[in-house]
C-alpha cells in the first residue's frame, strides 16, 4: 500500500500565500502522476494541479498564473505553491498519487486532506 500525508494547510489572508506538501510512503514501486485535488462545501472534488514523473503540469483555469506545482522525486514528494489566494479558494485539499506499489498494482491514492482557508 502506498500512504499520502498532506501538510501545510490553515487560514491565510485574501491576497496571502501558503505551500502544501505531501509526502508519499509504504510499499512504493514507483509513481506515475502526483496532484492536488480540493473540495469545497456543498460542491464535487475538482482538480487544481497535477504533474507527471517527467515534470509536465497541468492546472486548473481558476488557479493558472497564481499556484504552482513541483516534485521531488528521489523523496516521492509534491508540492503546491498557493500565492495571491482568494476566499473562494477555501477548500480541504487533497494529495493524489497514481502509483504502483511494489508489488507492480497500479491504483489511485489519495491523503487524508488539509483544510485551507481564505478569509480576512
Known amino acids: 500500500q502506498v500512504q499520502l500525508v498532506e501538510s501545510g494547510g490553515g487560514l491565510v489572508q485574501p491576497g496571502g500565500s501558503l505551500r502544501l506538501s505531501c509526502a508519499a510512503s509504504?510499499?512504493?514501486?514507483?509513481?506515475?502522476?502526483m496532484g492536488w485535488y480540493r473540495q469545497a462545501p456543498g460542491k464535487q472534488r475538482e482538480l487544481v494541479a497535477v504533474?507527471?514523473?517527467?515534470?509536465?503540469?497541468n492546472f486548473a483555469d481558476s488557479v493558472k498564473g497564481r499556484f504552482t506545482i513541483s516534485r521531488d522525486n528521489n523523496k516521492n514528494k509534491v508540492y503546491l505553491q498557493m500565492n495571491y489566494l482568494r476566499p473562494e479558494d477555501t477548500a480541504v485539499y487533497y494529495c493524489?498519487?497514481?502509483?504502483?506499489?511494489?508489488?507492480?498494482?497500479?491504483?489511485?491514492?489519495w491523503g487524508q486532506g488539509t483544510q485551507v482557508t481564505v478569509s480576512s
Open positions: 493524489y498519487a497514481d502509483a504502483y506499489d511494489s508489488r507492480w498494482f497500479r491504483d489511485d491514492y
Open positions: 509504504g510499499s512504493i514501486g514507483s509513481i506515475n502522476g
Open positions: 504533474i507527471t514523473s517527467g515534470s509536465r503540469t
